[in-house]
Structure formats: structure tokens, C-alpha cells
Nanobody
Framework: QVQLVESGGGLVQAGGSLRLSCVAS????????MGWYRQAPGKQREVVAL???????TVADSVKGRFTIARDNAKNTVYLQMNSLKPEDTGVYYC??????????WGKGTLVTVSS
């Protein structure tokens, strides 16, 4: 069973930065893709950033230029660097792993709160 454990969330003022980490119980090199999603109160979960096994990245338009996704295969860890945070970035951030047979694994999430 794949386990994903997120950390790094917290309360930050608008304009501040946070770095989220996701540690996987398997080699992330063996996955198809890793990613970060978020869910704001009363809204559906949405994709924030994705990174493939060859480190190609995709970032949502709403965070482009502010958020960066990266991976460290040796540490089985995926990061989300979040800069210039805005109140609308508030939500629970979930780590996701997509296996080569297209099964989705999810972490339990970490809460990010951005105050204005």
C-alpha cells in the first residue's frame, strides 16, 4: 500500500512563502506522475502542479510564476514551493501519486491558511 505524507502547511500572511513536502513510501521514480492538489472550503479539489517521472512540470494558471514543483527521487519526496501567497491560496493541499497502471494515491493533506 502506497503512503503519502504531507508536511509544511501552516498560517502565513499574504505575500509570504511556504514549502510543502510529500514523502512517499515507495520509489517515486516508479510512478507515472506526482502532483499537488488543493481544496478550498466549499469548493472542489483542483490541480495545482504536476511533475512527471522525467521531471516535466505543469502548473495551474492561478499559481503560475508563484509556485514551483520539484522532486528528489533519492529521498522519495516531492516539494511545492509557494511564494507570494494570496488569501485565495487557502485550502487543504493534497499530495497525489499516479501509478503506471493509472491508480491514484492520495495523502491526508496539509492545511495552508493565508491571512490578508
Amino acid at each position: 500500500q502506497v503512503q503519502l505524507v504531507e508536511s509544511g502547511g501552516g498560517l502565513v500572511q499574504a505575500g509570504g512563502s511556504l514549502r510543502l513536502s510529500c514523502v512517499a513510501s515507495i520509489s517515486i521514480f516508479s510512478t507515472n506522475r506526482m502532483g499537488w492538489y488543493r481544496q478550498a472550503p466549499g469548493k472542489q479539489r483542483e490541480v495545482v502542479a504536476l511533475i512527471t517521472s522525467d521531471s516535466s512540470t505543469t502548473v495551474a494558471d492561478s499559481v503560475k510564476g508563484r509556485f514551483t514543483i520539484a522532486r528528489d527521487n533519492a529521498k522519495n519526496t516531492v516539494y511545492l514551493q509557494m511564494n507570494s501567497l494570496k488569501p485565495e491560496d487557502t485550502g487543504v493541499y493534497y499530495c497525489n501519486a499516479l501509478s503506471h497502471d493509472f491508480y491514484n494515491y492520495w495523502g491526508k493533506g496539509t492545511l495552508v491558511t493565508v491571512s490578508s
